[in-house]
């Protein structure tokens, strides 16, 4: 069973904290995802990566960075958590277009 | 402007009826996906489709190209299909999304 393991399912960090979320998929996909869903806005994409090494910005980068040294994990770094950070963070991969992408269970981060 | 538009945003239903959920998109398209949301968060692809129409159980996904259109049905509907449902579209690598159908199905 193909799988997108996202390492946290809930998480509270504190304002000005660096924190990092991390993304691995044991598929051998090369492009991964983060997006992050808030009620009333959806999912919006933070990140992309099409191979290692590789990133590009999505709709809302402002405050994050992500790292990609390896094909299976993408992490998602929030250089100086803010409040509103908080949110539901979501992973995705899939092989290549047009493929359907697999999703993590996500990762709930509260920033107090 | 949103890319994706769904309908309804929520909907209650009772145990055993048919329901439509709808969506429409501007952009063109090489495939649509409809995405299912348990509470919790966890995300799962109920459907990708390009044309035409999917069934899977008691799901059943249709797409209109020309319409920029696509409808979720789920027959004979059940409390543990109480989710959010979400419609997608992809464009090459971009993905755009609906806001999301809140569905309750009551006992």
């Known amino acids: 069973d193909v799988k997108v393991t996202q390492s946290s399912r809930y998480l509270v960090k504190r304002t000005g904290e660096k924190v990092f979320l991390e993304c691995v998929q044991d598929?051998?996909?090369?492009?991964m995802f983060w997006y992050r869903q808030d009620p009333g806005l959806g999912l919006r994409l933070i990140y992309f990566?099409?191979?290692?090494?590789?990133?590009e910005k999505g709709d809302i980068p402002e405050g994050y960075s992500v790292s990609r040294e390896k094909k299976e994990r993408f992490s998602l770094i929030l250089e100086s958590a803010s409040t509103n950070q908080t949110s539901m963070y979501l992973c995705?991969?899939?092989?290549?277009?047009?493929?359907?992408?697999?999703f993590g269970s996500g990762t709930r981060l509260t920033v107090v | 402007k949103n890319e994706v538009e769904q309908s309804p945003q929520n909907l209650t239903a009772q145990e055993g009826e048919f329901i439509t959920i709808n969506c429409s998109y501007s952009?063109?398209?090489?495939?649509l996906h409809w995405l299912q949301q348990h509470p919790g968060g966890g995300i799962v692809s109920l459907f990708m489709?390009?044309?035409g129409k999917k069934k899977h159980g008691r799901l059943i996904a249709t797409i209109n190209i020309q319409e920029k259109h696509s409808s979720l049905h789920i027959t004979a509907s059940h409390p543990r299909d109480s989710a959010v449902y979400i419609c997608?579209?992809?464009?090459?690598?971009?993905?755009?999304f609906g806001t999301g159908t809140s569905l309750t199905v009551i006992p």
């Open positions: 995705a991969s899939r092989r290549g277009a047009p493929g359907g992408y697999t």
């Open positions: 598929m051998d996909h090369e492009n």
């Open positions: 990566s099409y191979d290692v090494k590789m990133k």
């Open positions: 952009v063109g398209i090489s495939a």
């Open positions: 489709l390009s044309s």
């Open positions: 997608a579209v992809s464009t090459g690598n971009q993905f755009y």
